[in-house]
């Protein structure tokens, strides 16, 4: 057996010898995992080498990405790159200014990704035109590009996903964005504009959209006329403060979106029927704004919300407020809004809700009993509060098995779970808990999943509760006390 592995060994070895080097040092040729596919790559790796040119290629030798950032390169050239075949380059980080028309040359049908971010370029960029299998184009903080001029893309007839964020563009010419049918992917995050560019209505395949931290302050109707298939828009940290400024057919033709973001935003309340044309939305994020309230017919039309956000806004919560999405609302996020106690009159009427996340309330540090009573929810999140205290009363009436959250508090003690068949999970990490016996039986009963590090004492200090070390080390000293065994629960 381990002469055949021998042999095997040196068959790799030689096969993977055979794929020679396109290139001479400093850079270098490697076999890495790419950490997002865990596929293996070949990779040329030129990066952070201080070089002022694209080295020259030999060997025709395919390889799976040429990493060329962190350099001095102003130019690329044209026939920068024959001699080698790649699908993917990276440019990032080099005061790149211009990229010939032929500098890709000969990598047309190969070339399905390019990284063009922390550059000086601006569009259109001749080099780019002809990669009619270009997939993924990103062009993030080029601080000089201002302006989407006509057609400064066509071509591209394979791109999916386009990145323009952080590049100062506050202006687009008629026909911009000709020329893209493939494109389901674009990036406008952090730049200058002040409206949504009705040269959009062009991109009918486009199914993502940013808009994340810009000046936008108006939404007229029809904004998003002729993206029909749009399934998440991020509108978030732009300047909506006053009344009026969101239209009520606003998102008018969006039949398939189904993410909303809106959150720093400014907003000060819901603007009348503006949700009303969204009827696949199923994750609205409106936190961190100045809303006061929600009233009865705020959240018309959403008829398949599942999650709503709310945090960080000052909402007098009151009976009747979801009533409009009462029956699909199953998670919402009601963190930082200064509140005291659950509102469990407004939530009670959530049939649906199964998941409340009240993390940085003003709660009782010590939980006090029927916390929760009238709330049917199997999941609650109360993290980065400072309890300190849990009665084992605190959680009855809730759905068994429940999910709880409580992460970064002050808890040293887990004596409030006294029936091994009401939790599921519960999360302590970042408290102080101390690991005794206790807290072995429940990982014994094999009901409840605990996700922790042990405080004190000091033998068990910094031991993760589902460690094996802390389990050997409980086994023994706890040895001589009862502990249960495989609980079986109704619900298993």
């Known amino acids: 057996m381990a002469s055949r592995f021998l042999v095997l060994l040196i068959v790799a070895l030689a096969s993977s010898s055979t794929l020679a080097c396109p290139v001479q040092p400093p850079c270098q040729c490697s076999n890495k995992t790419n950490p997002y596919t865990l596929k293996l790559e070949y990779i040329v790796d030129c990066s952070s080498l201080g070089l002022t040119l694209v080295p020259k290629f030999t060997g025709g030798e395919k390889v799976d990405r040429i990493l060329l950032n962190g350099n001095k390169i102003i130019k690329v050239s044209n026939g920068s790159f024959i001699g080698v075949t790649t699908g993917a380059i990276d440019l990032s980080s080099n005061g790149l200014q211009i990229i010939a028309a032929g500098a890709f040359e000969g990598l047309e049908k190969s070339l399905t990704d390019i990284q063009l971010s922390t550059n000086n370029l601006i ?43 952080r590049s100062y563009i506050n202006r687009f010419e008629q026909g911009a964005f000709e020329g893209l049918p493939a494109l389901t992917d674009l ?37 998003f006329k002729g993206l029909p298939n749009l399934k998440e828009l991020q509108l978030s940290r732009n300047k909506f403060s006053g009344a009026g400024q969101i ?48 009233s009865l017919g705020d959240l018309a039309g959403l008829n398949s919300l599942t999650q709503l956000d709310i945090s960080g806004n000052s909402v007098h919560f009151q009976p009747g407020m979801f009533s409009d999405v009462s029956k699909t609302l199953n998670y919402i996020l009601i963190r930082s809004n200064g509140l005291t106690a659950l509102p469990i009159a407004a939530l009670q009427e959530v049939k649906s809700l199964q998941w409340i996340d009240a993390a940085l309330s003003d709660f009782p540090k010590d939980l006090p009993a029927n916390f929760a009573s009238g709330l049917s929810i199997n999941r609650l999140s109360l993290m980065w509060m400072n309890l300190t205290s849990i009665r084992p009363d605190t959680f009855n009436g809730l759905a068994s098995p429940l999910h709880l959250d409580l992460d970064s508090n002050a808890l040293r003690s887990l004596d409030f779970v006294t029936d091994l068949c009401q939790f599921g999970y519960i999360s302590v990490s970042e408290n102080p808990i101390v690991c005794d016996c206790h807290v072995y039986n429940i990982t014994q009963a094999q009901t409840t999943t605990l996700d922790g590090t042990c405080a004190s004492p000091p033998a068990y200090k910094g031991l993760g509760i589902r460690s094996d070390e802390f389990q050997r080390k409980a086994k023994e000293d706890c040895k001589n006390k009862h502990i249960v065994g495989p609980v079986k629960c109704p619900w298993k």
């Not at 903080?141 to 999916?160: E, V």
């Not at 994340?212 to 029809?222: R, V, Y």
């Open 123 to 165: 569009l259109p960029i001749p080099g780019l035109l002809r990669l009619t299998a270009l997939k993924t184009l990103n062009l993030d903080y080029n601080p000089n590009m201002r302006t989407i001029y006509t057609k400064s893309f066509y071509g591209l007839t394979s791109l999916t996903k386009l990145v323009l964020s």
């Open 187 to 223: 990036d406008f995050y952090g730049n200058l504009l002040s409206e949504v560019p009705p040269e959009l209505s062009v991109l009918t395949n486009l199914q993502t959209l940013n808009f994340d931290a810009n000046d936008i302050s108006q939404i007229p109707a029809d904004a």
């Open 247 to 294: 239209d009520a057919d606003a998102f008018k033709g969006l039949d398939n979106l189904e993410i909303l973001g809106f959150y720093y935003d400014m907003l000060g309340h819901i603007p009348k029927q503006t949700f009303s044309h969204l009827k696949k939305l199923t994750n609205l994020d409106m936190s961190y704004n100045s809303l006061t309230k929600i």
